[in-house]
């Protein structure tokens, strides 16, 4: 059964690539949120699996998204999305991002990363 992945990103180009990329490799189900706020409404309306955040947006940053996922629901891995640099990659790391991938994203790395965190999930690690 395909993983349903929540993507935050609030630059149009950037979330359309990487949805459809994502969806191209027929494992995911992406829903998709322009900005911090209309991504804490999915989070409330709907389960997903993992949620891929940007970090600097409008509204609510994904600073924001992490700190209520963690709280809220901490079993869901959150993957931060920055191009920002080490400072903010630092600043989601302290507030418990799974992990922190830097832009331009390398598309198998993150792949690599979504298969080790969502198998996590699934099993006891055995």
């Known amino acids: 059964m395909a993983k349903k992945i929540l993507l935050i ?5 950037l979330r359309e690539n990487l949805a459809d990329f994502l969806i191209l490799k027929g494992q995911y189900q992406v829903e998709k949120a322009e ?6 409404e999915k989070l409330k309306k709907e389960e997903f699996d993992l949620v ?15 700190t209520v996922i ?3 629901k901490p079993d869901i ?3 931060a ?10 600043l ?27 198998s996590k999930g699934g099993e006891d690690g055995t």
């Not at 900005?35 to 804490?40: A, E, T, Y």
């Open 70 to 72: 963690k709280r809220e």
């Open 77 to 79: 891995p959150v993957v």
């Open 35 to 40: 900005d911090g706020l209309k991504g804490l």
């Open 81 to 90: 999305i920055t191009g920002y640099g080490e400072e903010v990659a630092n």
């Open 92 to 118: 989601a790391q302290e507030r418990e991002a799974d992990a922190v991938l830097s832009k331009p994203l390398d598309h198998q790395k993150m792949l690599d990363l979504l298969e080790s965190l969502l």
């Open 9 to 13: 990103e609030d630059d149009d180009t």
């Open 52 to 66: 891929i955040t940007d970090i600097t947006m409008p509204y609510v940053s994904g600073i924001g998204i992490i």
